[in-house]
């Protein structure tokens, strides 16, 4: 596989599925349990900030907050970083999402081919993956999970 490739077709397909659902519903509750589309967004976007953690710290180790946070409370996390962006709008954090997203490109970059196939590089994540395994399941997997959901969900406004 090609990592870099993983993260940019998951992320061409979370883009192209909220470009097509209809603006004027981004904040009805529903989409997922109570989540509304702009929750999920600000979901992904709190995810995609921890990959950038991770892909950073990789390559020069160092601070990782977001990570941090959801190794601590990884039960709480989701709805804790939601809560945390109840006061922005779709657009702030769709602009969060792809910011952050943009800083997993450069450092995935330059990521190597070693690091990515290292097995336990990420030993909180299991020692038998690695790094791409990781990437496949936890971002590629979780967009399109919450893509489909976003289709579902966007069927009732049609």
């Known amino acids: 596989m090609h990592p870099e490739d993983i993260l940019m077709y998951g992320n061409k397909t979370f883009i ?12 009805r509750s529903g989409a997922c349990g109570y ?10 976007s709190s995810y995609e900030l921890i990959l950038v953690d991770v892909l950073n710290n990789l390559l020069k180790p160092g601070p990782t907050p977001q ?3 959801f190794l601590g ?27 952050a997203h943009e800083k997993v ?3 995935a970059s330059r990521i190597s081919s070693e690091v990515w196939h290292q097995t336990g590089v990420l030993p909180w994540y299991g020692e ?3 790094l791409e395994d990781y990437a496949v399941y936890q971002f590629y997997g979780h967009k399109r999970e919450h893509c489909g959901q976003i289709a579902v969900f966007s069927d009732q406004f049609k």
């Open 16 to 27: 192209s599925t909220i470009e097509a659902f209809p603006a004027a519903e981004v904040y």
């Open 35 to 44: 989540w509304s589309v702009k929750d999920l967004v600000a979901h992904l």
């Open 67 to 69: 990570l941090d946070t």
């Open 73 to 99: 409370d990884h039960m709480g996390f989701n709805d804790a970083q939601v809560n945390a962006r109840k006061n922005m709008t779709m657009e702030e954090v769709l602009d969060e999402y792809k910011a």
């Open 105 to 107: 490109r450069s450092a």
């Open 128 to 130: 038998a993956y690695d």
